[in-house]
């Protein structure tokens, strides 16, 4: 273990060496400060997208900072919290936050439970606070799914349940594309307005409102001809409260 860390912190320092010109960013996540590694997708490339240290993107560096502000001043070490389709950035985080970290997936081997999103086989009320991250744009019926959530919520729940973003208004797709992950949608920033007839409020925290040391935007190099540009996206995270 020791030998690989050594390797890891030499690779990383040989890293900031050879991109000692290029922009500086923090990641909230892991502490490290420097450039960021880019990140090729199947239609471009996303520049100063990934923290080379602990390997979280844009979106976890957002999602850290939005839980760590929303979940201050909460009583720690007593909530009951289930983490769908868990992502290995912010498990410490919620262990350290959580008295009862449970996980949850349709297929991973590593998880607690294996469910279905639309029919969780929970009780109403089991939960204080459920986190399920790019997870609904692969759900077919996503207003079930999200009647699930808030069904195993306990009064006073909160669900943060942010999706990709790619326009304004959310396209449904006639079959999952894979191109995209097997996307059933492709959301917009309209999409959250699906949440609102579930719970009783829900905050958006959107990347622009974050300092910018901490690098939260999705830049996307489109190489379909009919694009051909760099933009710049946002990314938006949904709190929602019972």
């Known amino acids: 273990?020791?030998?690989?860390?050594?390797?890891?912190?030499?690779?990383?320092?040989?890293?900031?060496?050879r991109n000692i010109r290029k922009e500086?960013?923090?990641?909230?996540?892991c502490g490290y400060r420097g450039p960021f590694l880019d990140k090729a997708t199947s239609v471009?490339?996303?520049?100063?997208?990934?923290?080379?240290n602990c390997m979280a993107?844009?979106?976890?560096?957002?999602?850290f900072l939005v839980l760590r502000e929303v979940l201050r001043g909460k009583p720690t070490g007593q909530w009951r919290m289930l983490h769908i389709a868990p992502e290995p950035f912010l498990k410490?985080?919620?262990?350290?936050?959580?008295?009862?970290?449970?996980?949850?997936?349709?297929?991973?081997?590593?998880?607690?439970?294996?469910?279905?999103?639309?029919?969780?086989?929970?009780?109403?009320?089991?939960y204080d606070f459920v986190f399920a991250s790019h997870v609904l744009e692969h759900i077919p019926d996503d207003h079930r799914a999200i009647s699930e959530i808030r069904r195993v919520l306990k009064p006073n729940g909160l669900a943060v349940l942010p999706v990709p973003i790619y326009s304004e208004k959310t396209v449904e797709y006639a079959e999952p594309d894979p191109k995209e992950f097997?996307?059933?949608?492709?959301?917009?920033?309209?999409?959250?307005?699906?949440?609102?007839?579930?719970?009783?409020?829900?905050?958006?925290?959107?990347?622009?409102?974050?300092?910018?040391?901490?690098q939260l935007f999705v830049y996307r190099e489109d190489r379909a001809p009919s694009?051909?540009?760099e933009a710049k996206l946002r990314d938006v995270i949904p709190v929602c409260y019972v």
């Open 92 to 126: 410490d985080f919620f262990k350290r936050q959580v008295g009862q970290y449970e996980t949850a997936d349709l297929k991973k081997k590593s998880v607690d439970y294996h469910v279905d999103l639309q029919y969780l086989p929970f009780r109403d009320g089991t």
């Open 57 to 63: 993107l844009e979106r976890h560096r957002l999602q």
């Open 227 to 229: 694009v051909g540009q």
């Open 44 to 52: 471009g490339c996303r520049k100063h997208a990934k923290c080379p």
């Open 24 to 29: 500086k960013f923090e990641c909230p996540i």
């Open 1 to 17: 273990m020791q030998y690989h860390g050594l390797r890891r912190t030499i690779a990383l320092v040989m890293f900031q060496l």
């Open 182 to 214: 097997y996307h059933v949608r492709a959301p917009g920033l309209d999409y959250f307005d699906r949440y609102q007839p579930y719970f009783s409020k829900v905050d958006k925290f959107d990347s622009g409102s974050q300092p910018e040391q901490y």
